[in-house]
């Protein structure tokens, strides 16, 4: 089973920065998978916050364009989140995902533990 683990949440200002990782396990071919961050702030529906694609595509929610970028490195099998100029709306537990798309009805995924970002003064 594909393993996810991030890592990098944490207490920060309003207007301050914070940079996620999540780092994968078991997975065969990490170059080749979509990642992407995920979050969920309590009593709100889980929603993307950013993907990047295998071919380094990335795709940006409208409520993070401009603050957050998405990177990854394949050889550390590890995607980022560098979130800059934080608020208060962005305090959520923040999950990565991993997904590749095996057939056309067949998809893996797998998904991290979350990591909480708690953005207050």
């Known amino acids: 089973q594909v393993q996810l683990v991030e890592s990098g949440g944490g207490l920060v200002q309003p207007g301050g920065s914070l940079r996620l990782s999540c780092t994968a396990s078991?997975?065969?071919?990490?170059?080749?998978?979509?990642m992407g961050w995920y979050r969920q702030a309590p009593g709100k529906e889980r929603e993307s916050v950013a993907v990047?694609?295998?071919?380094?595509?990335?795709v940006y929610a409208n409520s993070v364009q401009g603050r957050f970028i998405i990177s990854r490195d394949n050889i550390l099998n590890t995607v980022y989140l560098q979130m800059n100029i934080l608020k208060p709306e962005d305090t959520a537990v923040y999950y990565c995902?991993?997904?590749?798309?095996?057939?056309?009805?067949?998809?893996?995924?797998?998904w991290g533990q979350g990591t909480l970002v708690t953005v207050s003064s």
């Open positions: 990047i694609t295998d071919d380094g595509g990335k």
């Open positions: 078991n997975i065969r071919g990490f170059r080749l998978w979509t």
């Open positions: 995902k991993a997904k590749r798309q095996v057939s056309i009805e067949g998809v893996l995924e797998a």
